[in-house]
């Protein structure tokens, strides 16, 4: 299973930003799909998780500015992110609960994809 994600780049403060990250490969299906975030000389942090359902869970930071939607039937999941602050910069990973057709769930991490929010 392999995860691509793209979308990062360089915005102002106050811009936005629309990441997507797919999932190709061996796949019998998805459970939970999300967005972590590691900026410079800190720890990875959640940013956003959606479940199959479409229940979804977001950090506290976050304060509404960001939605995170996934499409099933493309193994795709986005992260809209608005109101953009300086602080939002880091390195953006997806993160895909992958089930296998005999039981259990493997994660996967995407590559990641910068985003850097300054003036």
């Known amino acids: 299973v392999q995860l691509q994600a793209s979308g990062g780049g360089l915005v102002q403060p106050g811009g936005s930003l629309k990441l997507s990250c797919a999932a190709s490969g061996s796949i019998f299906s998805i459970n939970d799909m999300g967005w972590y975030r590691q900026a410079p000389g800190k720890e990875r942090e959640l940013v956003a998780t959606?479940?199959?359902?479409?229940?979804?869970n977001y950090a506290d930071f976050v304060e509404g500015r960001f939605i995170i939607s996934r499409n099933n039937a493309k193994n795709t999941v986005f992260l809209q992110m608005t109101s953009l602050k300086p602080e939002d910069t880091a390195v953006y990973y997806c993160n895909v609960g992958v089930v296998r057709a005999l039981g259990g769930v493997i994660r996967y991490w995407g590559q990641g994809t910068q985003v850097t929010v300054s003036s």
């Open positions: 959606v479940t199959s359902y479409g229940r979804t």
